[in-house]
Structure formats: C-alpha cells, structure tokens
C-alpha cells in the first residue's frame, strides 16, 4: 500500500536522523491531546528546523527551494488572486508562463488549496517552496490596501485599449485570440463574480443577454428575473466564450446553438452550472440554470403541502405498481417532488433507477442514468433497458412522445411503479394529454394512481411581513369576497430581499387520485371540466384553492396566488 505525503516526510525525516522515533511519539501525542499540522508542530517543539524540514520537502517533492526576500512577483500575476484567497490559503502568485501560474507556498501538502486555485483561475499551478513567514512578509508587501475581486474593477480593466473588445470587432476575432482572452484574469473574475453572485442570491437561472449597447445580466430569484448588472458590450464576447472554455463548447462556433454544462467550487461546495448557448442579432445570449443541491429540500413534509394533498401523496407513492405523474410548466418544482417521492419511499430492500436529462441532483443510493439522444440513449430506448434490470421503482424525467409513454404504461401494468413529469397546467389536463398523445382510455385508467399538478408560490418575507387590507377586487379574483375575518399578510420591502417583499418559494398543489368514478368517467371520455368537477366534489383541492389557504396561513400573498395560478379558475 502507497504511503501517504504525510508518512514519506516523516520517514524521510527519520531516516535523515534530523528527528527521532521519539520525538516523532512525543509530536504525534502532542497533535493527538491539540491538534494542529505535525510539520509544524516539529518545528514549535525545537524538533526540526523550517529550513531542515523545507529542504526534505523539497526534496522529497521535487520542487524548488526560493527565497522570497531576493524575489519580486509580477505585479499583473498578483492581480490574478485576491488577496483574501492569498491570506486564506496562505500562498503568493509570482509569474505566469502560458496556461501555468507559479505559487509560493509553505504547505505543498495542502491539495484542496492548490485545487481551488486551479478552479479559480482557470491555470495549472507550479508549486515553489519557502517558508510561511516570508510569504506573510510577502502578501503585505504586493497587496498592500489593493482589493481585487469586485466587478467594477473588471470591468475598469477590461475598457483598457489592450483589451478592449468592441461590438464590431467580435465576428473577425480569430479563435486562437478568443482562447487566450479568455484567459486573462479580468475576465476570469468577472465570469466568476456573476456567478458567485447568482449562487449567493439563490437564483435558479441566469441570463447574459446581448443589448444593441450594452450587456444585460439577469437572475432568475424566487421565479422572477431581476436585472443584477448592466455591463459594457466590450465584455460581453469574452465573458461567453470564457464560459464555452469551461463547459468544453465550441469557442469558434457562434452561428448554432449549443448546451454544456461545468461545475465550480463555490462557498466552499460544488455547484453545477447547465449551459444554452443561443446566438440572437446582437450576439450571442446564455442561458445557465443553477443546480445548487443546497437549496434542494428533498423532503416531502417540507415542501409546503399539507392536510390531505400530502397524505394522498405519501399514500400513492407507497403503492407497489402504478403511475404518478406531477405536472406543472417549467419550473415549478416537478422534478424536485419527484426526487423526494423517491427519497421517501427508498429503502435497501427496493431497486429504484432513474432516467434523466440531465440528471440535476445525485441521489444517494439510487441508480441515476443520464438520456443522450445525440447517441440514441432516449428516454424510451434506457426505459426499455431498465426493465431489464428487474426494477421495483422507475423514475423517467418526462414524458415527451408517444413511445416514452406507451413503455411506462406498460412498465406500471407489469408491477412496477413508474414516477414522471408531463407538461400540463392542471391534474386532470393530464389525462386529456395522454389522450391527445394516442394513449387508449382504458390503458390510463388502468395504469395511473395519482396525478399532481403543482405551482411554486413566492413566501412573504419573514423581515418585513406586515398586515395589510386587501382590496376587494383582488377578494373577488380569488372568490371570497364576502369575508372579513381573515387577516393577510404582505412584505413591505427590505435589505433582506432585496425590496421584494418575498423571500424563498413553497408548493401549492392539487393531487387527484384515480378512485372507480374518475377511472369510469376517463373510459366515457369525459372531458377535463367534467373530470375536474368530479374530483373537487371528491375532496380534491385545487390549486387556486391551495394558495388561497397559505395566504390565510400568512405565508404568501394573494396577489401572488392570482398571478400563479391565473389558468386554475376553481
């Protein structure tokens, strides 16, 4: 078995007789009752000293010795990492050859540290060696009071004439020149800024958006998009190509679409970016969607459906065959509902696999598979595959064709349970949907449990919530006019959200259960008002209905829940 880097430093340090075993007892002891790195607490003990434990380093590591004091970085290579990151992983940038940086550092063993870097600049790294005091001494001296990582300094730079890229000038720049602008450290903060930004913001999507005079920068934040920055056009082509670089994409091609995907560390935490690349009249626009598996609640009790749509709901997924669809637009939280339907049910004893495009979170203990149509793994051809593998529980990210729903049907009629998505506004619009897709009547009754149709409400700011009046008009758009006793609830507006009144996002939902009258109706071909009916006088909540109760509850506004549900009219 391999040594660690820690273990073949200390064998070589013991070889060397520069310490002895028991020293090397007394120092593990001492790290063992407080803690701290053995290296260093060689050296507080008397054992070693730096210089000693520098040259096994070095030698042992085969990297250079350098002597911080007869040394000057390249003051352009110090603008490449801020000086926090500097104090914080305590290293000092000093020139750049090519693709490659090179860093000073005391702790060459600290990987996650030279990891980041990488992630950071987009650079390999070359390590030299000296000791921690000198590059103190060292960040002081090149950083002094200089910050480094706001966007307005960027954006300084980048109008600076050997950079500047004006809007006419970026269908003649030839690929090489694009490649290595994309390199340049301006461009490499502002890239990351925006997103570091939308990540902090909690934004679901951001939208880099070509203007005739400017670049247009917005966020998608609880549903809404807001503008976040206003930038000179001259960054606009660097910046989305600095993008294609980190999804892999095709830096030259700007005429057709493209997709990609990256991921970057964040906030000490991976984040995967999804990438749309679409070329519009004034350049090319970039649609990246955020999967923050942070801000992923994959728990059914706290999506915020309660009372009986969350009981069916616990009580359908326990079913052992059948189909359960969640519908709804985009974005309104299917996938999510899904996951956690998923997350509830799951246990050891159950083979569940997934087939997903793209797969947005991974799940622990689930077999995920990721549908590439460019290679003819569809979701039709995998679900085909699927049932192969003896599943007990299959997820199938959407159901886009006739195909993919005439397998799952098939899938759930054979004892399986088979969770999917389809794009409709209501529960019962569903079953007109599969219809409508060439699905016999009597293949959706006899396959289908459940159906959920759901919405994502903004939550009144817990900041600045108040009370208000509401108008009677609005009263009346939601049909309880009449009623006085009920106290809403709104946010004024603050720094906390920012001035939104809303902060973060719950689920409204209406869950109808296929009993023999529904499944009896869908035989007669019924329409979707009359299915509707049927299941409202049933015990179904609707939508509209759903919302109008969490605004009684003070967590959302009403005028909210007329703005998202303005197609649901029960």
């Known amino acids: 078995m391999a040594l660690s880097l820690k273990d073949r430093i200390t064998n070589k340090l013991l070889e060397s007789r520069i310490i002895s075993q028991d020293q090397l007892n007394k120092a593990l002891l001492f790290q063992k009752e407080k803690g701290g790195k053995l290296s260093q607490i060689f050296i507080d003990l008397g054992f070693v000293k730096q210089e000693e434990l520098l040259i096994t380093l070095s030698q042992d590591l085969n990297i250079p010795l350098i002597n911080l004091n007869k040394y000057n970085a390249d003051p352009e290579v110090i603008e490449i990492i801020p000086k926090e990151i500097a104090r914080h992983y305590h290293i000092l940038p000093l020139s750049k050859i090519g693709p490659t940086i090179t860093i000073a550092v005391a702790d060459p063993l600290n990987i996650f540290a030279i990891d980041d870097i990488k992630s950071l600049t987009g650079f390999d790294v070359r390590l030299v060696l000296t000791d921690s005091d000198s590059i103190k001494a060292a960040i002081e001296q090149h950083y002094g009071k200089h910050t480094h990582n706001q966007l307005e300094a960027v954006v300084k730079r980048m109008e600076a004439p050997e950079v500047l890229v004006t809007a006419q000038d970026t269908d003649d720049i030839k690929p090489e020149e694009l490649v290595k602008l994309t390199q340049e450290m301006p461009i490499v903060r502002a890239t990351n800024v925006i997103l570091s930004e939308a990540v902090r913001l909690k934004a679901s999507d951001i939208l880099i958006e070509p203007m005739e005079n400017e670049t247009r920068v917005r966020f998608r934040i609880d549903g809404l998009l807001q503008i976040a920055r206003i930038l000179p056009k001259a960054l606009h082509e660097a910046i989305i190509s600095r993008i294609k670089v980190m999804s892999e994409l095709n830096i030259a091609e700007r005429r057709l679409p493209q997709d990609g995907r990256f ?49 069916a709901l616990k009580l359908n997924s326990l079913k052992p065959h059948g189909m ?38 991974d799940l622990k203990g689930i077999n995920q598979v990721n549908a590439k149509p460019e290679i003819g793994l569809t979701f039709a051809s995998a679900l085909r595959s699927i049932l192969r593998q003896d599943p007990d529980i299959i997820m199938v990210g959407e159901i886009r064709d006739f195909d993919t729903l005439d397998i799952a049907v098939k899938a759930a009629l054979t004892g399986h349970l088979v969770l999917s998505t389809l794009h409709t506004n209501t529960a019962a619009g569903a079953i007109t949907r599969m219809v409508n897709m060439g699905l016999e009547p009597f293949l959706i009754s006899s396959s289908v449990v459940m159906i959920a149709a759901q919405r994502l409400v903004r939550k009144i700011c817990d900041k600045c919530k108040e009370s208000y009046e509401v108008d009677d008009d609005i009263k009346d758009a939601v049909g309880i006019k009449g009623e006085s006793a009920a106290t809403f609830y709104k946010g004024a507006g603050c720094k906390f959200c920012l001035g939104t009144g809303y902060k973060g996002r719950i689920g409204i939902i209406e869950v109808l259960t296929l009993d023999a009258n529904i499944r009896r109706l869908i035989m007669n071909n019924s329409t979707e008002a009359v299915l509707k009916e049927h299941a409202r006088s049933s015990g179904m909540i609707t939508l509209r209905e759903d919302g109008i109760s969490k605004a009684r509850g003070g967590l959302t506004t009403l005028e909210e829940i007329i703005r998202v549900t303005v197609g649901d009219q029960g």
């Open 263 to 311: 991921k970057l560390k964040i906030r000490n935490r991976f984040v995967d970016f999804r990438i749309s690349i679409l070329p519009s009249s004034f350049g090319e626009k970039v649609g990246i969607r955020i999967l923050d598996q942070m801000n992923a609640t994959l728990d059914v009790e706290k999506l915020g459906f309660t009372g009986s749509s969350l009981e």
């Open 324 to 361: 359960i669809l969640a519908c709804g637009p985009t974005g309104s939280g299917k996938t999510t509902t899904l996951y956690s339907i998923l997350h509830f049910i799951d246990n050891p004893d159950k083979n569940i696999v997934t087939i997903e495009d793209p797969i947005e979170f």
